[in-house]
């Protein structure tokens, strides 16, 4: 349960403009396990996460490396 409150928490603060909040949160849920957000939250087409495409964390992220 904590894995997807972390996911939500970066999507809301990706929305918000809380860009490396947003990055560092979904990098410890991916080491605690997580590789990809749950079903329905997809990183590539959420525009929550416009703001971080361009990052070079976010890529690896998105690509579950």
Do not use: K, V
């Not at 329905?40 to 998105?62: Q, T, V």
């Amino acid at each position: 349960m904590q894995l997807l409150a972390e996911t939500a928490r970066a999507r809301l603060a990706a929305g918000l403009g809380g860009h490396d909040r947003a990055i560092e949160l979904l990098e410890r849920s991916r080491a605690r396990g997580m590789a990809r957000p749950p079903a329905g939250n997809d990183m590539h087409s959420d525009p929550f996460y416009d703001g971080l495409r361009a990052h070079p964390s976010f890529e690896r992220i998105d690509r579950g490396e």
